[in-house]
């Protein structure tokens, strides 16, 4: 079974930076792509950006030139830094990963619990 834990969320003021982490732990093969989702109160939840396992990245057009993903394979781990943060930023964000894992080398597709990100003066 796969579990990934998300840390980083928090109160910030409009302009400001928070950075977002996602380790994901268990018997863990390979993991593919590795994301960010987010869900503002009333609203569906959207993609915010998304890492393959060859390091390229995908962006909402929202986010784009604010925010920044990466991973550390190593530590099967994404990150989200997010700058120019503005109050239509505020929402719940969720941690998405895909792989395989060693039992059988199934597939697995896994969501974190989600943290709390919000932008306000």
């Known amino acids: 079974q796969v579990q990934l834990v998300e840390s980083g969320g928090g109160l910030v003021q409009p302009g400001g930076s928070l950075r977002l982490s996602c380790a994901a732990s268990g018997s863990i093969l390979g993991i593919n792509a590795m994301g960010w989702y987010r869900q503002a109160p009333g609203k569906e939840r959207e993609l915010v950006a998304v890492?393959?396992?060859?390091?390229?990245?995908n962006y909402a057009d929202s986010v784009k030139g604010r925010f920044s993903i990466s991973r550390d394979n190593a530590k099967n781990t994404v990150y989200l830094q997010m700058n120019s943060l503005k109050p239509e930023d505020t929402a719940v964000y969720y941690c998405n990963a895909n792989g395989w894992v060693v039992a059988g080398s199934r597939y697995f597709e896994e969501w974190g619990q989600g943290t709390l990100v919000t932008v306000s003066s």
């Open positions: 890492i393959s396992s060859g390091g390229r990245t």
